[in-house]
């Protein structure tokens, strides 16, 4: 199977998001990935739950929400509704993480944990199991257009090894800082999905550049 392309919403056209879902209903993208921040998890403040409820009926592809906020458990329901595939949830925003994982499943939704780039791969040994996903952040979390940290490469292959040594069917996702050539390395380290904001929606033909990092 190919790798998987996430678009982030966080970096379109706000006045325009009405064409700019069009584009990606248009495009090859796999999955539009969907930003919440609250302020206090991270240093800045996106959107919420009304902006998916408002794309939801004109969005064809599956919503990859990332929830950048404290206390994610508290919104399961809310983000189910909204008409999330996957919810990801951060690691370390999670105390009882077996047990919000398990309630994401219940509630429909794939599950999906997001590391920060300092949190080491080892803590999801006892869960990686339970999970259809693993999110790096390759950036840190808050900000679209940052730099690529190097060593995101290196930490996605210690996970596929983990992924692997564990026989499990885990994605990897990777989210910050993803352009042609940081994608070309990430997939030859393992990763499954790509999420690409600014590299996407700040490019003179978007549906073209979603179509090359598809291509890679
Ligand atoms: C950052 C967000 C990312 C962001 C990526 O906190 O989680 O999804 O939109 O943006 P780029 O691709 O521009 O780094
Ligand atoms: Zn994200």
Not at 25 to 31: T, Y
Not at 191 to 212: C, E, H, M, R, W
Request: glycine share 6%; proline share 5%; net charge negative.
């Amino acid at each position: 199977m190919g790798h998987k392309v996430a678009p982030s919403l966080l970096a379109a056209n706000f006045l325009n998001l009405q064409q700019e879902v069009e584009m990606i209903n248009r495009s090859e993208a796999d999955w539009l990935h969907l930003d919440i921040m609250d302020g206090v998890f991270v240093p800045n403040i996106s959107f919420g739950f009304s902006v998916l409820e408002a794309i939801k009926p004109i969005l064809t592809k599956p919503m990859d929400v990332h929830l950048m906020i404290v206390e994610p458990h508290k919104f399961i329901r809310e983000v189910a509704c909204a008409g999330a595939y996957i919810m990801n949830i951060h690691y370390e925003a999670s105390i009882h993480l077996h047990r919000t994982v398990s309630a994401i499943k219940e509630a429909g939704m794939k599950a999906g944990v997001t590391l920060n780039p300092h949190t080491p791969i080892n803590v999801l040994d006892d869960i990686i199991k339970d999970m259809d996903m693993v999110l790096l952040m390759s950036v840190n979390p808050g900000f679209g257009g940052q730099k690529f940290i190097e060593q995101s490469v290196e930490k996605t292959s210690r996970l596929k090894d983990l992924i692997t040594r564990k026989n499990a069917d885990t994605l990897i996702e990777i989210d910050g800082g993803v352009n042609k050539n940081t994608a070309q390395k990430l997939l030859s380290a393992g990763a499954d999905i790509l999420v690409a904001g600014n590299y996407i929606f700040k490019s003179p033909n978007p549906t073209q550049t979603i179509k090359d990092l598809k291509d890679l």
